[in-house]
Antibody, heavy 118, light 110 residues
Protein backbone atom coordinates (compact mmCIF):
# COMPACT_ATOMS: atom_id res chain seq x y z
CA UNK A 1 0.00 0.00 0.00
CA UNK A 2 1.35 3.40 -1.00
CA UNK A 3 1.78 5.70 1.99
CA UNK A 4 3.36 9.08 2.61
CA UNK A 5 3.49 10.33 6.19
CA UNK A 6 4.43 13.88 7.10
CA UNK A 7 6.01 15.04 10.36
CA UNK A 8 7.65 18.12 11.79
CA UNK A 9 4.74 20.53 11.87
CA UNK A 10 4.09 22.82 14.80
CA UNK A 11 3.97 26.37 16.11
CA UNK A 12 6.79 28.73 15.14
CA UNK A 13 7.30 32.46 15.54
CA UNK A 14 7.45 34.80 12.54
CA UNK A 15 10.94 34.80 11.11
CA UNK A 16 11.62 31.33 12.46
CA UNK A 17 12.45 28.06 10.74
CA UNK A 18 10.94 24.60 10.57
CA UNK A 19 11.77 21.41 8.65
CA UNK A 20 9.06 19.06 7.48
CA UNK A 21 9.80 15.45 6.66
CA UNK A 22 7.78 12.92 4.68
CA UNK A 23 8.50 9.20 4.87
CA UNK A 24 7.31 7.18 1.88
CA UNK A 25 6.50 3.48 1.75
CA UNK A 26 4.81 0.98 -0.52
CA UNK A 27 6.48 2.19 -3.73
CA UNK A 28 9.93 2.82 -5.19
CA UNK A 29 10.52 6.31 -3.84
CA UNK A 30 13.57 6.98 -6.01
CA UNK A 31 11.53 6.60 -9.20
CA UNK A 32 9.00 9.35 -8.48
CA UNK A 33 9.03 13.13 -8.54
CA UNK A 34 7.65 14.45 -5.25
CA UNK A 35 5.76 17.63 -4.40
CA UNK A 36 4.66 19.73 -1.45
CA UNK A 37 1.20 21.33 -1.56
CA UNK A 38 -0.27 23.52 1.18
CA UNK A 39 -3.73 24.59 2.28
CA UNK A 40 -4.38 27.46 4.66
CA UNK A 41 -7.30 26.93 7.07
CA UNK A 42 -10.55 27.19 5.14
CA UNK A 43 -8.74 28.08 1.92
CA UNK A 44 -7.77 26.38 -1.34
CA UNK A 45 -4.85 24.24 -2.40
CA UNK A 46 -1.58 25.95 -3.29
CA UNK A 47 1.33 24.20 -4.99
CA UNK A 48 4.59 24.86 -3.13
CA UNK A 49 7.48 22.88 -4.61
CA UNK A 50 8.58 19.80 -6.54
CA UNK A 51 11.77 17.76 -6.83
CA UNK A 52 12.98 15.34 -9.48
CA UNK A 53 13.73 11.69 -8.77
CA UNK A 54 17.44 12.24 -8.15
CA UNK A 55 17.11 15.69 -6.60
CA UNK A 56 18.83 17.41 -9.52
CA UNK A 57 15.86 19.57 -10.50
CA UNK A 58 13.58 21.57 -8.23
CA UNK A 59 10.79 24.09 -8.67
CA UNK A 60 9.18 26.57 -6.29
CA UNK A 61 6.14 28.80 -6.11
CA UNK A 62 7.08 32.49 -6.23
CA UNK A 63 5.64 32.94 -2.74
CA UNK A 64 8.25 30.64 -1.17
CA UNK A 65 11.22 30.97 -3.54
CA UNK A 66 14.37 31.91 -1.66
CA UNK A 67 12.87 30.92 1.71
CA UNK A 68 11.95 27.25 1.29
CA UNK A 69 14.20 24.41 0.14
CA UNK A 70 12.98 21.00 -0.99
CA UNK A 71 15.30 18.01 -0.80
CA UNK A 72 15.18 14.23 -0.63
CA UNK A 73 17.16 11.26 0.69
CA UNK A 74 16.38 8.29 -1.52
CA UNK A 75 18.29 5.95 0.79
CA UNK A 76 15.86 6.85 3.57
CA UNK A 77 12.75 7.17 1.36
CA UNK A 78 12.30 10.63 2.80
CA UNK A 79 11.29 14.00 1.37
CA UNK A 80 12.06 17.25 3.19
CA UNK A 81 10.93 20.86 3.15
CA UNK A 82 13.18 23.33 4.95
CA UNK A 83 11.19 26.47 5.67
CA UNK A 84 13.04 29.64 6.70
CA UNK A 85 11.94 33.24 7.32
CA UNK A 86 8.44 32.02 8.03
CA UNK A 87 5.53 34.44 7.80
CA UNK A 88 2.00 34.39 9.14
CA UNK A 89 0.74 33.70 5.63
CA UNK A 90 2.71 30.44 5.55
CA UNK A 91 0.29 29.03 8.13
CA UNK A 92 -1.26 25.97 6.50
CA UNK A 93 -1.52 22.22 6.35
CA UNK A 94 1.40 21.00 4.25
CA UNK A 95 0.78 17.90 2.17
CA UNK A 96 3.48 15.61 0.85
CA UNK A 97 2.38 14.23 -2.53
CA UNK A 98 3.69 11.76 -5.07
CA UNK A 99 4.07 12.81 -8.70
CA UNK A 100 2.80 9.49 -9.90
CA UNK A 101 0.68 10.68 -12.81
CA UNK A 102 1.93 12.76 -15.75
CA UNK A 103 1.64 16.43 -14.86
CA UNK A 104 -0.04 15.74 -11.56
CA UNK A 105 0.07 14.05 -8.18
CA UNK A 106 -1.69 10.86 -7.17
CA UNK A 107 -1.04 9.98 -3.53
CA UNK A 108 -1.36 12.50 -0.70
CA UNK A 109 -0.39 12.32 2.94
CA UNK A 110 -2.71 13.44 5.72
CA UNK A 111 -0.78 16.68 6.08
CA UNK A 112 1.28 18.49 8.70
CA UNK A 113 -0.05 21.69 10.27
CA UNK A 114 2.36 24.60 10.41
CA UNK A 115 1.26 27.62 12.43
CA UNK A 116 3.29 30.82 12.27
CA UNK A 117 2.33 33.11 15.11
CA UNK A 118 3.82 35.10 17.95
CA UNK B 1 1.89 32.27 -10.86
CA UNK B 2 -1.68 33.44 -10.47
CA UNK B 3 -4.25 30.88 -9.37
CA UNK B 4 -6.43 29.43 -12.11
CA UNK B 5 -9.98 30.78 -12.01
CA UNK B 6 -12.85 28.48 -11.04
CA UNK B 7 -16.46 29.34 -10.13
CA UNK B 8 -16.90 29.33 -6.34
CA UNK B 9 -19.85 26.98 -6.47
CA UNK B 10 -21.85 24.63 -8.68
CA UNK B 11 -24.83 22.42 -8.00
CA UNK B 12 -27.12 19.83 -9.47
CA UNK B 13 -29.76 17.30 -8.51
CA UNK B 14 -28.99 13.59 -8.23
CA UNK B 15 -28.67 12.08 -11.68
CA UNK B 16 -27.98 15.41 -13.37
CA UNK B 17 -24.67 16.66 -14.71
CA UNK B 18 -22.52 19.52 -13.50
CA UNK B 19 -19.60 21.12 -15.33
CA UNK B 20 -16.85 23.12 -13.65
CA UNK B 21 -14.60 25.46 -15.62
CA UNK B 22 -10.94 26.26 -14.95
CA UNK B 23 -9.54 29.28 -16.75
CA UNK B 24 -5.86 30.05 -17.02
CA UNK B 25 -3.55 31.52 -19.61
CA UNK B 26 -1.42 30.39 -22.52
CA UNK B 27 1.42 29.96 -20.02
CA UNK B 28 -0.35 27.22 -18.10
CA UNK B 29 -3.66 25.61 -19.13
CA UNK B 30 -3.39 26.68 -22.75
CA UNK B 31 0.25 25.79 -23.12
CA UNK B 32 0.35 22.23 -21.84
CA UNK B 33 -1.86 19.15 -21.75
CA UNK B 34 -1.05 18.68 -18.08
CA UNK B 35 -4.33 19.65 -16.45
CA UNK B 36 -5.42 17.61 -13.44
CA UNK B 37 -8.53 17.67 -11.27
CA UNK B 38 -8.78 16.84 -7.56
CA UNK B 39 -11.73 16.08 -5.29
CA UNK B 40 -11.55 16.98 -1.61
CA UNK B 41 -14.12 16.05 1.00
CA UNK B 42 -14.17 18.05 4.27
CA UNK B 43 -11.29 17.17 6.54
CA UNK B 44 -9.77 14.76 4.02
CA UNK B 45 -6.77 14.80 1.74
CA UNK B 46 -7.49 15.50 -1.95
CA UNK B 47 -7.92 12.69 -4.47
CA UNK B 48 -6.88 12.79 -8.12
CA UNK B 49 -9.85 12.41 -10.45
CA UNK B 50 -8.44 13.44 -13.86
CA UNK B 51 -4.92 13.88 -15.26
CA UNK B 52 -3.53 14.93 -18.65
CA UNK B 53 -6.78 16.82 -19.32
CA UNK B 54 -9.04 13.80 -19.77
CA UNK B 55 -7.49 10.61 -18.37
CA UNK B 56 -8.88 8.91 -15.27
CA UNK B 57 -6.67 7.23 -12.65
CA UNK B 58 -7.55 3.65 -11.86
CA UNK B 59 -10.68 3.39 -9.75
CA UNK B 60 -12.22 6.72 -10.71
CA UNK B 61 -15.75 6.25 -12.11
CA UNK B 62 -16.31 7.11 -15.76
CA UNK B 63 -18.96 9.60 -14.60
CA UNK B 64 -16.02 11.98 -14.29
CA UNK B 65 -14.66 13.41 -17.53
CA UNK B 66 -12.33 16.22 -18.50
CA UNK B 67 -11.72 18.39 -21.53
CA UNK B 68 -9.87 21.52 -22.61
CA UNK B 69 -10.38 24.28 -25.13
CA UNK B 70 -7.81 27.02 -25.40
CA UNK B 71 -7.01 28.41 -21.97
CA UNK B 72 -10.02 26.81 -20.27
CA UNK B 73 -10.31 23.28 -18.95
CA UNK B 74 -13.51 21.67 -17.74
CA UNK B 75 -14.56 18.84 -15.46
CA UNK B 76 -17.95 17.25 -15.97
CA UNK B 77 -19.59 15.01 -13.39
CA UNK B 78 -22.44 13.05 -14.94
CA UNK B 79 -25.11 11.16 -13.05
CA UNK B 80 -24.49 13.15 -9.87
CA UNK B 81 -24.47 11.16 -6.66
CA UNK B 82 -24.58 12.31 -3.06
CA UNK B 83 -20.95 11.31 -2.53
CA UNK B 84 -19.85 13.68 -5.31
CA UNK B 85 -20.59 16.62 -3.00
CA UNK B 86 -17.10 18.01 -2.34
CA UNK B 87 -14.62 20.71 -3.28
CA UNK B 88 -12.95 20.34 -6.67
CA UNK B 89 -9.65 21.87 -7.72
CA UNK B 90 -7.98 22.02 -11.09
CA UNK B 91 -4.22 22.15 -11.51
CA UNK B 92 -1.92 22.82 -14.44
CA UNK B 93 1.76 22.65 -15.22
CA UNK B 94 2.94 26.25 -15.64
CA UNK B 95 6.41 25.80 -17.10
CA UNK B 96 9.86 26.08 -15.51
CA UNK B 97 9.15 23.18 -13.17
CA UNK B 98 6.19 24.90 -11.54
CA UNK B 99 2.51 24.12 -11.14
CA UNK B 100 -0.56 26.14 -10.24
CA UNK B 101 -3.89 25.18 -8.66
CA UNK B 102 -7.30 26.64 -9.28
CA UNK B 103 -9.32 28.63 -6.76
CA UNK B 104 -11.61 25.70 -6.06
CA UNK B 105 -15.29 24.95 -6.63
CA UNK B 106 -17.74 23.66 -4.05
CA UNK B 107 -20.14 21.20 -5.65
CA UNK B 108 -23.49 20.75 -3.92
CA UNK B 109 -25.85 17.89 -4.67
CA UNK B 110 -29.34 19.29 -4.18
Amino acid sequence: EVQVVESGGGLVQPGGSLRLACVASGFTFSKHWMHWVRQAPGKGLVWVSQIKTDGSTTGYADSVKGRFTISRDNAKNTLYLQMNSLRAEDTAVYYCTRGGIPGGVDYWGQGALVTVSS
Amino acid sequence: QSALTQPPSASGSPGQSVTISCTGTSSDVGGYNYVSWYQQHPGKAPKAMIYEVSKRPSGVPDRFSGSKSGNTASLTVSGLQAEDEADYYCSSYAGSDTFVFGTGTKVTVL
